[in-house]
T-cell receptor, first 111, second 114 residues
C-alpha cells in the first residue's frame, strides 16, 4: 500500500527561526513529489520535485528530493508569522490516478 | 482569472440523506479532481474527470459518485450519508492531465452529517 509520512505532525517555533519539514514515501511507479501550503481551506502549490538532489527554491522556501532514500525536505528560513499553516506533501504516481497525501505538518510561528 | 469555485461553502445534512456538491474549474482547465479531507485520514483522492469522463477513481464506496459537464463544471454526489462522511470536500482543476503539477484547489465544501 502506498504511504506518505510527514514529520513532525506539529511544530511551534519563534519568528526568525529556520524549520525543516520531512516527508518520506513508499509508492509504486513514483513520478513526482509535491509540496502544498494550506492556510485555511485551499491548498496552494509550492514545489514539484522529480529529480534527486536538485534544490528548488522560492524566496525563503526551498525543497530537495532524495529518490534513493525516498524522502524530501522542505526548509523555511527566517520564518514569519505568515508562514503559519499546514504543509502538505503529496506523491504522484505514473498513471495519473490522483495524488497520495501525507497528513501534513501543522507549523505555528510565534511572534 | 477567477479561481476554482466550490458551492456551497457549508452544508449540514442528516444521516441517510444525499448531497450534491458543485465545482467550477478555472477557465480553460479541463481536468477536475475531488478530494476528501478529514482530521484522521488527511486528504484522500476521490476521482478525476476529464472531458466528461471519469479517468481515475480512488478507494471510496459507490455511494460517492461524480460527473462532469461539457463546460468542465463538475458535481459530486454522496448518497445515504453516514456520520463518517463529515469532511472538507476539495475540488482541484488543472490544465495538464498528464501530470498533477500545479493543481489549483478551491476553498472546499465543509459537510457536516448529523
Amino acid at each position: 500500500e502506498d504511504k506518505v509520512v510527514q514529520s513532525p505532525l506539529s511544530l511551534v517555533v519563534h519568528e526568525g527561526d529556520t524549520v525543516t519539514l520531512n516527508c518520506s514515501y513508499e509508492v509504486t511507479n513514483f513520478r513526482s513529489l509535491l509540496w502544498y501550503k494550506q492556510e485555511k481551506k485551499a491548498p496552494t502549490f509550492l514545489f514539484m520535485l522529480t529529480s534527486s538532489g536538485i534544490e528548488k527554491k522560492s524566496g525563503r522556501l526551498s525543497s530537495i528530493l532524495d529518490k534513493k532514500e525516498l524522502f524530501s525536505i522542505l526548509n523555511i528560513t527566517a520564518t514569519q508569522t505568515g508562514d503559519s499553516a499546514v504543509y502538505l506533501c503529496a506523491v504522484e504516481r505514473g498513471g495519473a490516478d490522483g495524488l497520495t497525501f501525507g497528513k501534513g505538518t501543522h507549523l505555528i510561528i510565534q511572534p | 482569472k477567477a479561481g476554482v469555485t466550490q458551492t456551497p461553502r457549508y452544508l449540514i445534512k442528516t444521516r441517510g440523506q444525499q448531497v450534491t456538491l458543485s465545482c467550477s474549474p478555472i477557465s480553460g482547465h479541463r481536468s477536475v479532481s475531488w478530494y476528501q479531507q478529514t482530521p484522521g485520514q488527511g486528504l484522500q483522492f476521490l476521482f478525476e474527470y476529464f472531458s466528461e469522463t471519469q479517468r481515475n477513481k480512488g478507494n471510496f464506496p459507490g455511494r460517492f459518485s461524480g460527473r462532469q459537464f461539457s463546460n468542465s463544471r463538475s458535481e459530486m454526489n454522496v448518497s445515504t450519508l453516514e456520520l463518517g462522511d463529515s469532511a472538507l470536500y476539495l475540488c482541484a482543476s488543472s490544465a495538464n492531465t498528464a501530470t498533477n503539477e500545479k493543481l489549483f484547489f478551491g476553498s472546499g465544501t465543509q459537510l457536516s452529517v448529523l
